[in-house]
């Protein structure tokens, strides 16, 4: 397989920051009279404003605050917990190797533009991709593959020159649905059944290297 092009989604899959995620919906939840027993009562992957209406309506939770304010609540409470967040472990070395080789970079993430902006700051990946799509330039987010039909876009890369990085089964698909090859990156065993329709499943970059995706 020639690879022109790597897509990676952010939270969760370059960053190790489920935990984080959780807790800022868990605690928005609480704020709303909500008994949350999951470490993670959100959907991964289809972006923030995205999950209130599925969160109201499973927790019958009655308030007048809009999914974008609700949403702002949760970036907020995230952003607070941005010091603990970590890269995920052979990141570095696996985008060092890419970009070595000439591999265009991108970055397509259900999140909200001044968020990532944040997150790369502080996490020091500025000027790592060659190009960033955020949830503000989609009408729909994933799992629908516009954000990755217009990544592809931006790169002028066809989409069997290109490989997309996801932890979210609702990215999966969406690559898939865009026609491209997906790697799925779990955190346990029952967070890899959810992500079985990726065409490879690893626990971490240090998995994973260029001659291993060329003979996806």
Not at 31 to 38: H, N, R
């Amino acid at each position: 397989m020639a690879i022109k092009a790597i897509i990676f989604d952010l939270n969760g899959t370059i960053l190790s920051d489920e935990d984080e995620y959780g807790i800022a919906f868990k605690k928005v939840l609480e704020s709303l009279g909500a008994k949350v027993k999951e470490n993670y009562p959100q959907t991964t992957g289809i972006g923030v404003e995205e999950n209130w209406p599925i969160l109201i309506k499973k927790y019958n939770i009655k308030t007048e605050k809009t999914s974008q304010e609700l949403a702002l609540e949760t970036q907020n409470e995230y952003l607070k917990l941005l010091p603990r967040i970590t890269i995920r472990k052979g990141f570095i070395d696996f985008i060092s190797e890419v970009k070595e080789n000439g591999i265009i970079t991108a970055l397509a993430t259900s999140n909200s533009w001044i968020v990532t902006d944040k997150i790369l700051e502080k996490s020091d990946l500025r000027n790592t991709f060659d190009f960033i799509t955020t949830c503000e330039e989609v009408s729909f987010n994933k799992p629908d593959p516009q954000i990755y039909d217009i990544t592809l876009g931006k790169m002028e890369i066809q989409p069997h020159e290109c490989l997309v990085f996801e932890d979210s089964k609702s990215g999966v698909d969406a690559a898939q649905k865009a026609g491209i090859k997906v790697i799925g990156i779990a955190r346990d065993n029952d967070h890899a059944n959810e992500l079985s329709g990726a065409n490879k499943i690893i626990y971490g970059f240090a998995e994973i290297d260029l001659d291993i995706l060329y003979n996806l």
